[in-house]
């Protein structure tokens, strides 16, 4: 994990420009107990860039899911060293065995590669259908171009690798899938498979009737209406990603009191000013945004038998204990699914992981005051509790479930 997250010394404004999020969802081919088509997503924070990569490999089962792990796994190394789309696919197609009655690759492949800072989307495209643009509720074309090689890659493969490179809005979705989506139905008892035209009028029905729908949902309603189509016993797997462009979505989360009293008046203003929900973890750090914002705070019950109850306070959409409460929220979030639908209970633990699951980006402001009912003196003070308790839960956050974490010590 890179330090510098650790290192940020400034928040940052929320709601820059637009948030990125990426969703998928799966079902395997109809018997397997392992998917043959392999979906990775990368967010690259010092870089303010995200990459996404669908494989699809040949068959079903195991040895599709080792040919696409191993073709996904390349694409998305390879896309980190930010190679050009046709250097990139060239070394993939050198690198990837290839059928020898076909001549095709035994996986397909869709790249995308978003940079933020740029305000560009990068798509590199092998055999799998094509991708889908959504621009609100309306089809976004943009111009699609073959990619050349001078040498090496067989003319067969070559004509099925397309590229293209353009600029996203806020609003606009990005749907991508392997082709068990748009050719379920073949052999039900349909006149043919579904097809990209019959995905693209339902997509653009969901959007209309729910234009604010997420990433997840999305790629989910999709994989679900062709798991559908094949009458609930898919023939192949079935795998869609969806990336959608729109407004971020800022949390706050405070906890521990500042190294000094004099910046408690600094401290308690960032949270006051700040646009976007907050989280006040801690009981000494609770006293003093209390005292400083002149707001009472009130006791509620036990909802929770592993944790002291939360409070509330006007302003402020969360607040806990700090050390136990936030243990057990990174506990939580580590040992929980990556999910468009997690279950949570009412304890403080659970609310404080759905709150933050809901945002994108997670500003945490934390005070650096040693809290002596939990510092061992023998210990460094680098390694007291309550930053390793951060780090741990920035790193989960981040890697996990894609999101930007800032960090603020005082």
């Given at each position: 994990?890179?330090?510098?997250?650790?290192q940020e010394?400034v928040?940052?404004e929320p709601?820059?420009?637009y948030h990125?999020?990426?969703?998928?969802f799966?079902?395997?081919?109809e018997g397997e107990?392992?998917?043959?088509d392999?979906?990775?997503?990368?967010?690259?924070?010092?870089e303010?860039r995200?990459l996404?990569?669908l494989s699809?490999g040949m068959?079903h089962?195991?040895r599709?899911?080792?040919?696409a792990?191993l073709?996904a796994t390349?694409?998305?190394?390879?896309?980190?060293?930010h190679k050009?789309?046709?250097?990139?696919?060239?070394?993939?197609?050198?690198?990837l065995?290839v059928?020898s009655?076909?001549?095709?690759?035994?996986?397909?492949y869709?790249i995308i590669?978003i940079?933020?800072?740029?305000?560009?989307v990068s798509?590199?495209e092998?055999?799998?259908?094509q991708?889908l643009?959504m621009?609100g509720?309306r089809i976004?074309?943009?111009e699609?171009?073959?990619?050349k090689?001078?040498?090496?890659?067989n003319?067969k493969?070559?004509?099925n690798?397309?590229?293209?490179?353009?600029t996203?809005?806020?609003?606009?979705?990005?749907?991508?899938?392997s082709?068990g989506?748009t050719?379920?139905?073949?052999g039900?008892?349909?006149?043919?498979?579904?097809?990209?035209n019959?995905l693209?009028?339902?997509?653009r029905e969901?959007?209309?009737?729910?234009?604010?729908i997420s990433a997840?949902?999305?790629?989910?309603?999709?994989?679900?209406?062709a798991l559908?189509n094949d009458?609930?016993t898919?023939?192949?797997d079935?795998?869609?990603g969806?990336v959608?462009?729109?407004?971020?979505?800022?949390?706050?989360?405070?906890t521990?009191?500042?190294?000094t009293p004099?910046?408690?008046?600094?401290f308690?203003?960032?949270?006051k000013?700040f646009?976007?929900?907050k989280?006040?973890?801690?009981?000494?750090?609770?006293?003093?945004?209390?005292r400083?914002?002149?707001r009472p705070?009130?006791?509620?019950?036990?909802?929770d038998?592993?944790?002291?109850?939360s409070?509330k306070?006007?302003?402020?959409?969360?607040v806990?204990?700090g050390?136990?409460t936030?243990?057990k929220?990174?506990?939580?979030?580590?040992?929980?699914p990556?999910?468009s639908?997690?279950h949570f209970?009412?304890g403080?633990?659970?609310?404080?992981?759905?709150?933050?699951?809901d945002?994108d980006?997670?500003?945490?402001?934390?005070?650096?005051?040693?809290?002596e009912?939990h510092h061992?003196p023998n210990?460094?003070?680098?390694?007291e509790?309550r930053k390793?308790?951060?780090?741990?839960l920035?790193?989960?956050l981040?890697?996990?479930f894609m999101k930007?974490?800032?960090?603020?010590?005082?």
């Amino acid at each position: 994990m890179n330090d510098y997250r650790f290192q940020e010394d400034v928040l940052r404004e929320p709601g820059k420009k637009y948030h990125t999020e990426v969703g998928h969802f799966q079902v395997n081919h109809e018997g397997e107990k392992i998917c043959g088509d392999v979906f990775l997503s990368k967010r690259i924070p010092e870089e303010n860039r995200v990459l996404c990569v669908l494989s699809d490999g040949m068959g079903h089962g195991v040895r599709a899911n080792v040919l696409a792990t191993l073709t996904a796994t390349i694409s998305l190394n390879f896309s980190l060293e930010h190679k050009n789309a046709n250097s990139l696919a060239e070394i993939i197609m050198k690198a990837l065995p290839v059928c020898s009655e076909r001549g095709l690759s035994y996986a397909t492949y869709t790249i995308i590669d978003i940079s933020i800072e740029n305000e560009t989307v990068s798509i590199l495209e092998y055999d799998n259908p094509q991708t889908l643009i959504m621009r609100g509720n309306r089809i976004y074309a943009p111009e699609w171009t073959h990619v050349k090689f001078e040498e090496g890659v067989n003319d067969k493969r070559v004509m099925n690798l397309r590229k293209c490179l353009f600029t996203p809005q806020l609003e606009d979705r990005i749907l991508f899938c392997s082709d068990g989506i748009t050719q379920s139905g073949l052999g039900k008892g349909g006149a043919a498979d579904w097809g990209r035209n019959n995905l693209t009028i339902f997509v653009r029905e969901l959007i209309e009737s729910n234009p604010t729908i997420s990433a997840a949902d999305l790629a989910e309603r999709v994989v679900k209406q062709a798991l559908a189509n094949d009458l609930y016993t898919p023939k192949d797997d079935l795998t869609c990603g969806v990336v959608y462009f729109r407004e971020a979505r800022p949390i706050i989360l405070c906890t521990g009191p500042p190294f000094t009293p004099e910046k408690d008046r600094e401290f308690s203003a960032i949270l006051k000013n700040f646009e976007g929900k907050k989280i006040v973890s801690g009981a000494t750090t609770t006293e003093i945004i209390s005292r400083e914002w002149g707001r009472p705070v009130t006791d509620e019950g036990i909802t929770d038998p592993t944790l002291p109850p939360s409070s509330k306070m006007e302003g402020v959409d969360m607040v806990t204990e700090g050390v136990l409460t936030l243990s057990k929220v990174t506990h939580l979030l580590n040992s929980m699914p990556v999910s468009s639908n997690p279950h949570f209970g009412k304890g403080p633990a659970d609310q404080i992981c759905k709150l933050l699951l809901d945002s994108d980006e997670i500003y945490i402001l934390v005070g650096t005051k040693i809290n002596e009912n939990h510092h061992d003196p023998n210990l460094p003070v680098e390694i007291e509790i309550r930053k390793n308790l951060i780090r741990r839960l920035t790193q989960v956050l981040s890697d996990k479930f894609m999101k930007v974490v800032i960090i603020k010590y005082m």
